[in-house]
């Protein structure tokens, strides 16, 4: 049934086809790579992202060297039959340079829409997730974030804490600007404690998803 699906796909005179990657939870555009039949095919068994490098001429398994894997939770195809699209949790960053999305430089904006576009909380915050694991992995001295997890859970907690007090002691005041800057804080000391435990921002969004249905 699956070999059926894959043959009736519409491969170009290469046997590639264009395969849109999607972030599952924020809905974020990825990254756009081409795969050929067994690409797929392996995509399907293994449930991690396969390509095709045209320039290389061979498989690749997304992650497998930077470790920045993506787990697919979907594959769709478009109407035409001649496009795939993948749902995906991505661990870490999606681009080789560092960005979160291949999609990070912005070619033209509509001027009434520059200022909403540059501020994009989902993606920022799983740019700050990302960061915030590369920290800690890096065991970079000198980096706050490293610090706290080099301390332990305890003092995650108590930075956790002293953020939520000192956000509620803004908001009792009345101070918009210390509420803004206090709760930064506070979503900041969140991640760590989320990537602490292995969990991702994507958990949390899925969780408030199942709250609204």
């Known amino acids: 049934m699956m070999e059926q699906k894959i043959a009736s796909l519409k491969f170009d005179a290469n046997g590639l086809i264009p395969a849109v990657v999607q972030e599952v939870n924020t809905r974020t555009v990825l990254m756009v790579a081409w795969m050929n039949a067994e690409a797929l095919q392996k995509t399907i068994e293994t449930g991690e992202t396969w390509f095709y490098s045209r320039s290389r001429q061979e498989l690749w398994n997304k992650g497998a060297t930077s470790g920045n894997t993506q ?37 033209w904006q509509a001027p009434e829409r520059a200022l909403a576009a540059a501020v994009d909380p989902t993606t920022i915050l799983e740019q700050l997730y990302a960061l915030i694991n ?80």
Not at 78 to 84: E, I, M, P
Not at 137 to 153: H, V
């Open 71 to 107: 787990r697919v939770v979907r594959i769709a195809v478009d109407c035409d039959q001649d496009t795939l699209l993948l749902l995906v949790e991505q661990k870490g960053v999606a681009c080789h340079t560092g960005n979160y999305s291949c999609f990070a430089d912005t070619l």
């Open 134 to 213: 590369e920290r800690r992995e890096e065991k970079r001295e000198g980096s706050y974030t490293y610090y706290l997890f080099d301390k332990g859970q305890d003092k995650i907690l108590k930075k956790v804490g002293e953020e939520a007090a000192e956000t509620i002691i803004a908001s009792k005041n009345n101070d918009l600007h210390e509420i803004t800057y206090e709760m930064a804080d506070l979503w900041y000391h969140c991640l760590v404690l989320l990537a602490y435990h292995g969990l991702k921002p994507g958990d949390i969004l899925t969780e408030l998803t199942q709250r609204r249905k």
